[in-house]
């Protein structure tokens, strides 16, 4: 059994900042799950690129408002409390925080840790074994 708490990744490795948000990440590959799990705050004010060609993810926001943009056809979708989202088909997409948004993330291929957006807004595949 893995039993975590998000007071004791905060400041750790595993507490991922970058430009426009931050990621705690509650599993990871290493952990066997066969998915990683993320607590991520998307920041207020702000926009971020992502296109996963290497994962698929499947978002839950907890908390904040926003919205999502799809690259390919300009849909627009709101972002708020109660809403989910998957990207199952590597959408490429814009991430808007009109509010500090609260995301609870999987991936699928898990990731390792360490992961930032490149300059595609992806996360490349690590092999860490």
Known sequence: ??????????????????????SR????????????????IIRAGTETTIWYKNHVEAVYCIKGEGELEVAAD???YPLKEGIMYALNNHEKHYLRGKTDLRMICVFNPPCTGGEIHD????YPLINDD
Request: charged content about 25%; aromatic content about 4%; glycine content about 14%.
């Open 1 to 22: 059994m893995i039993v975590r708490n998000l007071d004791v990744i905060t400041g750790t490795k595993n507490d991922v900042v970058a430009g426009t948000w931050r």
């Open 25 to 40: 990440r509650l599993l990871l590959k290493k952990d066997g799950m066969g998915f990683s799990l993320h607590d991520t």
């Open 74 to 76: 300009g849909t627009i």
């Open 119 to 122: 300059e595609d807004g992806s």
